[in-house]
């Protein structure tokens, strides 16, 4: 800080905001260097997108805004575009690696759509854990 | 109190530079291009949080637009990258 003095209405949610950013983000990159599976790795940013992300543009506002002395709301500009992108990116990026784990044919891949119907439709009930029971005539 | 906030400050930019190793890391050793592409992912987040972090710890507002820049072109990237990895193209004809 610039010789400035935070008042302590910024200080002690910006100190708490920001030690749980930090945290939260560095917990999500373990996951991503730790889990075993594609599908699994997929979770964990997701959080330090999420909430840490957030976490920390809230500490960048309150900062900005006790500083020039009126709120100041640019934050919210990274913000709505982080909430507006993450999910296209998953759920591209996701779809790119259920054809290409597909193709290889590979047995960890999830089932997409027609396939994903015939193989609940012949396995088991997924909701209940056992055989589905057969159609019964009306 | 200042002090306090300095030593979270310093401690969340650690954490981010921390995770930007770790999704480096994953980067080099990913088996597959989609590990690659979400490291990358994780990986500009990680920049770009760093990048507001300066700006808190400097209280100066050039590292927000640079922060805006980088979470803009990362999205294309990403975008771009699993485009390529689902239809072997970026942009279809």
């Known amino acids: 800080m610039n010789g400035m003095e935070l008042p302590l209405w910024v200080t002690i949610p910006g100190t708490l905001l920001l030690v749980a950013g930090g945290l939260l983000t560095l917990i999500g990159a373990l996951g991503l260097?730790?889990?075993?599976?594609?599908?699994?790795?997929?979770?964990?940013?997701?959080?330090?997108?999420?909430?840490?992300?957030?976490?920390?543009l809230i500490a960048s506002m309150l900062v900005s805004s006790a500083l020039e002395q009126h709120p100041v709301v640019h934050e919210l500009l990274i913000t709505l575009f982080i909430?507006?992108?993450?999910?296209?990116?998953?759920?591209?990026?996701?779809?790119?690696?259920?054809?290409?784990?597909?193709?290889?044919?590979?047995?960890?891949?999830?089932?997409?759509?027609?396939?994903?119907?015939?193989?609940r439709a012949q396995d088991e009930d997924p909701l209940v854990?056992?055989?589905?029971?057969?159609d019964e005539p009306s | 109190m200042n002090a306090v906030f300095d030593y979270a400050a310093w401690f969340a930019s650690l954490c981010f530079v921390l995770a930007m190793l770790l999704a480096l890391l994953r980067?080099?050793?990913?088996?597959?291009?989609?590990?690659?592409?979400?490291?990358?992912?994780?990986?500009?987040?990680?920049?770009?949080?760093?990048?507001?972090?300066?700006?808190?710890?400097?209280?100066?507002?050039?590292?927000?637009?640079?922060?805006?820049?980088?979470?803009?072109?990362?999205?294309?990237?990403?975008?771009?990258?699993?485009?390529?990895?689902?239809s072997g193209e970026v942009i279809e004809p």
């Open chain 1, 129 to 134: 854990g056992r055989p589905a029971p057969p």
């Open chain 2, 27 to 86: 980067m080099f050793l990913g088996p597959a291009a989609q590990d690659r592409v979400l490291a990358l992912d994780a990986f500009y987040l990680n920049g770009m949080l760093t990048l507001l972090m300066l700006g808190i710890r400097s209280s100066s507002t050039v590292y927000f637009d640079m922060a805006l820049l980088i979470a803009l072109f990362g999205f294309a990237s990403t975008i771009a990258f699993a485009k390529f990895l689902l």
């Open chain 1, 33 to 56: 260097v730790r889990l075993p599976d594609f599908f699994m790795r997929m979770h964990p940013p997701t959080m330090g997108t999420t909430l840490g992300a957030g976490c920390v």
């Open chain 1, 83 to 119: 909430v507006m992108t993450a999910p296209v990116t998953a759920m591209l990026l996701m779809r790119a690696a259920v054809f290409r784990a597909q193709r290889k044919g590979d047995d960890a891949a999830p089932p997409t759509g027609a396939q994903a119907v015939a193989r």
